[in-house]
């Protein structure tokens, strides 16, 4: 029974830090460009505390688990594969958290000389930051000064992670290359799809995705074109039951 | 910045240099000043707006005015811009080139840059091509679902996280607003085309070889790195100096000498196969030729290497070596290198071979060395490696340049050759039969085919032996011993 507790618990937690990992490149893309913002340089901190935080609390839960050594050989299998979902995990996060040190330090937000890149995103990214501190909306308290300040404690963060890394590597026995994965190709397509606002979202993404192809231009044309075919179809059911009242008639 | 920026690559391998990315990244910068930058314009799409679009005649226009340049020039470097992916465009987005017309373009975000040491991960790669295949319900492109199948098999321990985290990302960037969504699907695209360009796109990042330093890595300089450092220039020092007066004076004879049978210099007879598309001069100049140009004929006159690494001048030589009963010093040299340039599983039978052939006493083609080589090469044999006769190689070239060679440049064999010699005549090729020259253009014979014939003719040589001196004389001799009454004989007639 404990083992049973004990993988669900695992499996939570590394969704969790799965979530803040994909929230947590989503904020770092946003970085250095028309949408970076005071804002985002505190979400990026709170998001990075958070991973962090969640990442020792993985890391001891799977090496004890791991340590254990009077479990079966199915419980070993699938707990190096939660293993190996962690380390990978940690791998992008850490690269994310070098190249945030990176950017953040090219393009402080004080100095006027220095301009943003215009890539076209003017929105904020405080819903992403939202759903990977799992809170409905973010507080922001941090002085104006956080872009330079916190860059210090980005580096003793990295320091941290790539510390963190290398034990890991050296004390658990685990070889990646070994691991079966559940998931076969195409299995993102299969299961629950997200729900509520999104499945609009998804449609009018693919529309928009060939209409920029065409430019400007073309979204007039098709404007016109559906237009022109819910008018063609009104005629039809006019004339339709023009004729109908003819017949009836005669 | 104490910060590595090294992940634990136990490969250790290093992307090199690209210089043009700092560069770059500066003019992009310059580009985004509200007040001198590139003009933007809003992009309009069915429902929503995208600000911060940039026309390619704009890109080209302040490129040409920055720098000082010819439009053409400007949309070179706005090319570049593109291929590099810091400028990517929104219509037409497979095709990395800025088109000097109204297509819309839009700069990458900095943390889709390339860069120097951040190398691009097939894991983002399998991520992306995971959250397309949502995005696209299953139905990828040709180049994009082989690339998915690919790394479902090679990455396939991670695949499970591949999956989790594209879901998620998936998750997380429908958070955004409607602009910025589609502004991040554009930039992410954009970022895959140039660094796993489909198939029919140019990208700039063939950057070739990965090296095995970092370049990025201080070095720092250790005693060892000094002594070195001091080695070098005590042997600086010591090297023999030639007064430049010698050295130039040498040079300009070469230049003289060499002016007019250079291609590149000179008139080229009968036309330069590369310019004509005609290759006469090729075929007249096959190492195996019967009639020679008088150019190569003249060449064989500059020096004794000259003739000896022409192989038409080697068989003319060689075949004057015949007439003198002396060929086995040319045998000898070749011999030689073969050896040098041979296999070395067949070293130790080549030299053993060369040993029985010309340097044993009494041997069939005995070559007249001094005691001296002559020791020295045979010690040399007892472990034979691949430079163990090049004492004797010497001394038989210095004897070959100095004595046989004056005699074969007055002997009736040159003469001979020189006179056959053929000097073609130039080509006046119209424009027209230039583009039927291009049209049947065709390839030469294969490297494979051209190996077997020169091993065909060397065996064929091996077999027809030619006859030296030492062989006459001592078939000679043996004659006398044999049958002294048919040659009384013949005297007495």
Known sequence: FNLIMGKEECKTMLDALNKVTACYRHLVIALGSTSDSQNLREELKKTRKKAQELAVANRTKLT?????????????????????????????????MKRSLEIAQDFPL???????????????????????????????????????????????????????????????????????????????????????????????????????????????????????AVIGFFVIVIVALVLGYLVVNM | MTIRNVLRDHGQRYRPRMACLKKAEK???????????????????????????????????????RFQ??????????????????????????????????????????????????????TDYAIYLAKRNIRKKGILELHEQEQYNRLHKWMNHKWDFIVMQAKEQYRAAKERKKPDRVVFDCQERAYWVVHRPPPGTVSAMDYG???????????????????????????????????????????????ATYKGHDPFLSKCLPSNPWLTDDVTYWALNMPNVEIPTKMRVERWTFSFGELLSDPRGRDDFRLFLKKEFSGENLAFWEGCEDLKWGT??????????????????????????????????????????????????????????KDSYGRYLKSPVFKETMKKAVCPEEHKFSDSQLEQNARNRRPSLSPIIIRQQEQEQ?????????????????????????????????KND
């Open chain 1, 64 to 96: 004890s688990l791991l340590k254990d050594k009077t479990i079966s050989k199915e419980d070993r299998a699938e707990y190096e594969r939660l293993w190996v979902l962690f380390s990978s995990c940690m791998e992008l996060l850490e690269v994310d």
């Open chain 1, 110 to 228: 004080k100095v006027p000389t220095r301009h943003l890149i215009q890539t076209g995103m003017t929105g904020s990214t405080t819903t992403v930051a939202a759903r990977a501190m799992s809170v409905q909306n973010m507080k922001y308290e941090a002085d104006s000064n956080i872009d330079t300040a916190d860059l210090r404690d980005l580096q003793a963060e990295i320091t941290q992670v790539s510390q963190m890394m290398e034990e890991m590597e050296m004390k658990v026995q685990v070889a990646p290359w070994a691991v079966e994965a559940k998931q076969e190709a195409g299995a993102e397509l299969k299961s629950n799809m997200s729900v509520g606002n999104s499945s609009v979202g998804v449609i009018s993404i693919c529309e928009e995705e060939p209409k920029e192809e065409e430019g400007g231009g073309g979204s007039r044309e098709a404007g016109f074109a559906s237009i022109c």
């Open chain 2, 27 to 65: 003019v992009v910068l310059e580009m985004q000043d509200p007040a001198t930058g590139v003009k933007l314009q809003p992009q309009r799409l069915v429902i929503t707006t995208i600000p911060h679009a940039i026309t390619g005649e704009d890109i080209v226009a302040w490129l040409a005015d």
């Open chain 2, 69 to 122: 340049i010819d439009a053409q020039e400007a949309r070179s470097f706005g090319s570049m811009l593109v291929a590099l992916g810091y400028i990517y465009p929104i219509q037409d987005h497979k095709r990395l080139v800025v088109k000097p017309d109204a297509s819309l373009y839009r700069f990458q975000t900095p943390y889709f840059w390339p860069t120097q040491q951040w190398p691009v991960e097939d």
């Open chain 2, 209 to 255: 070889l990965e090296r095995l330093i970092d370049p990025n890595a201080h070095e720092a300089k250790t005693p060892d790195d000094y002594e070195r450092i001091m080695i070098f220039t005590q042997q600086s020092i010591m090297r023999p100096r030639v007064k430049s007066s010698v050295s130039i004076g040498a040079l300009v004879k070469y230049c």
């Open chain 2, 344 to 401: 070395a599983a067949t070293m130790k039978e080549k030299a053993e071979q060369i040993y029985k052939t010309f340097l044993a006493r009494g041997a069939p083609r005995w070559i007249n060395i001094d005691g001296k080589t002559m020791e020295i090469t045979v010690k040399g044999l007892k472990h034979p490696h691949r430079y163990v006769l090049d004492a004797a190689q010497t001394h038989i070239y210095m004897l070959m340049k």
């Open chain 2, 458 to 490: 060397k065996a064929k040589m091996a077999a027809s032996a030619p006859v030296d001196i030492t062989q006459v004389m001592s078939k000679l001799s043996k004659q006398g011993k044999e049958a002294p009454p048919r040659r009384t004989s013949v």
